[in-house]
């Protein structure tokens, strides 16, 4: 897929979509042998399937109002955002909410609610959350922003709807970046896409909030440079197992033990991994082993699906993969118009 293809946009929506609906079905578990990743994998198979189909779960529930927003408008527009947000919960509250958002859209949904980014900052006794909600939606805004400012501005006030630790939004502007850079064809530098990455969270981990917010929850300063700098150390050993991933990257709901994780998954399946099918593309292997590290599974194998699809296109997602999942059709759909959306700016 040449750079910022059409296919790549397709495949950054369609491969978030799948990386939800394959990861809901062990969100939670902590060892999740491959064994039973891959046969749940196979069940996808045209021959393997009844006709139940994979429903999405809170990530994708996000990402689609964000995706609706920026189509309908054709601008981030961060009052219609929230409205969307709160409606998509009161219409479906069972899609596996984080515990504490939920107490965000309850404020957004009463009348009462004049500034939309406040009940975000209410949020853990006014810290806000650092969770990975506000990352695992942050795809659309690299698909409708080709600038990078563009990108780190909306994905950061996209975010901020939910997520007003900076430890919470810039794990968002990380993973809109990912996407960003991957869209362009960067992924397959490696060690140049990390610099990029690392380049664009330098300038914003050194803002004040981003230094007092790592203070008080006892991270080191520039948390996110020093855990893409072990990503690139890790990428660069021959052999790295899954333990030694979940432990020096994490596998967690919080954004900084999860955005590093999914970008270190995404670089590993770069090449082909001897213990996954030889048969698999790259989106495949990329998803298997999100999967295979467990904890929150669902969210890491979007963050890492998105990333993925960007690089790949469409041309690496198996159709019979694509047809389980609920809203197939819309993402590809919503990526068509999403890429012109971002041809025309
Ligand atoms: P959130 O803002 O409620 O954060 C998620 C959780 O992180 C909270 O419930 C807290 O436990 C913890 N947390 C966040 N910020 C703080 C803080 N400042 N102090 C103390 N604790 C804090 O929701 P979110 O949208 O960020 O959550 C996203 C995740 O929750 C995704 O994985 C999503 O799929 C969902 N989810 C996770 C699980 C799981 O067990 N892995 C299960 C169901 C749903
Ligand atoms: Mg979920
Ligand atoms: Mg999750």
Redesign the pocket.
């Given at each position: 897929a040449g750079p910022s293809s059409l296919s790549r946009f397709r495949g950054a929506l369609v491969g978030a979509l799948l990386g939800d609906c394959v990861g809901a079905e062990f969100?939670?578990t902590e060892e999740v042998p491959l064994d039973r990743v891959l046969q749940h994998l196979d069940g996808l198979e045209e021959e393997n399937r009844g006709d139940g189909i994979l429903q999405y779960?809170?990530?994708t529930a996000m990402t689609r109002c964000v995706v609706q927003s920026l189509l309908s408008r054709s601008e981030f527009d961060v009052s219609d955002l929230g409205r969307r947000f709160a409606e998509e919960y009161r219409r479906a509250p069972l899609r596996?909410?984080?515990?504490?958002?939920v107490q965000v859209f309850k404020k957004l949904l009463s009348p009462r609610c004049a500034d939309v980014l406040q009940p975000a900052r209410e949020?853990?006794g006014g810290?806000?959350?650092?969770?990975?909600?506000?990352a695992?939606r942050a795809a659309p805004i690299a698909l409708a922003y080709p600038q990078t400012q563009d990108v780190i501005e909306f994905s950061r006030r996209c975010a901020l709807l939910?997520?007003a630790?900076s430890l919470?939004y810039n794990g968002a502007v990380l993973q809109a970046l990912a996407v960003h850079f991957a869209l362009r064809g960067a992924l397959c530098s490696g060690g140049q896409y990390l610099e990029l990455l690392i380049g664009e969270m330098e300038s914003l981990e050194r803002e004040e909030k981003a230094l007092s917010d790592a203070r008080e929850l006892n991270e080191a300063d520039f948390p996110y440079c020093t855990r893409l700098r072990k990503v690139k150390e890790m990428l660069e050993r021959s052999d790295v197992s899954v333990e030694e991933v979940v432990m020096e990257l994490g596998n967690g709901?919080?954004a900084l033990h999860s955005v590093p994780t999914a970008i270190f998954c995404a670089l590993h399946c770069l090449s082909v991994r001897p213990s996954l099918p030889p048969h698999y593309s790259g989106v495949q292997r990329t998803l298997a082993f999100s999967l295979a590290l467990g904890?929150?599974t669902?969210?890491i194998a979007t963050m890492a699906g998105a990333i993925a699809g960007a690089h790949y296109g469409m041309e690496q997602v198996p159709a019979s993969w694509q047809r389980c999942c609920e809203g197939e059709q819309d993402a590809e759909e919503w990526g068509e118009r999403l890429h012109k959306l971002y041809q025309s700016r």
């Open positions: 969100e939670g779960s809170d990530d596996g909410y984080g515990a504490g958002v949020q853990f810290r806000g959350s650092f969770g990975n909600g506000g695992m939910t997520h630790s919470g709901i919080a904890g929150d669902d969210t």
